[in-house]
Nanobody, 117 residues
Framework: VQVVESGGGSVQPGGSLRLSCVVS????????LSWYSQPPGSMRGLVAT????????SYADSVKGRFTISRDNAENTVYLQMDSLKPEDSSVYYC???????????WGQGTRVTVSS
């Protein structure tokens, strides 16, 4: 199994970024995909989750209305569209894939987002 994130970078407050995560080795029809954030010196926290069908999503309160999670199972990819970015969104963002039948989980290596003027 493999999980590989991309799309991080530096952006000014109010800007946008789109993170991508390519997943392999999973049967995506039974895989929940999530994005987590781990700011420096802090614990990793859940940002957004999307179910295997792509019809149900959930978000941390801090990103509701600004971030959008989506997936393309044909491309084995999950996205996190990040709009109206704030300095407090600066973090390393990790993608997690979780198989709902066998229960195994895999993480990516993380991609860094810096929001600063």
């Amino acid at each position: 199994v493999q999980v590989v994130e991309s799309g991080g970078g530096s952006v000014q407050p109010g800007g946008s970024l789109r993170l991508s995560c390519v997943v392999s080795g999973f049967t995506l029809s039974r895989t929940i995909l999530s994005w987590y954030s781990q700011p420096p010196g802090s614990m990793r926290g859940l940002v957004a989750t999307i179910d295997s069908s792509g019809r149900q999503t959930s978000y941390a309160d801090s990103v509701k209305g600004r971030f959008t999670i989506s997936r393309d199972n044909a491309e084995n990819t999950v996205y996190l569209q990040m709009d109206s970015l704030k300095p407090e969104d600066s973090s390393v963002y990790y993608c997690q894939a979780r198989d709902t039948y066998y229960g195994y989980t895999a993480w990516g290596q993380g991609t860094r987002v810096t929001v600063s003027s």
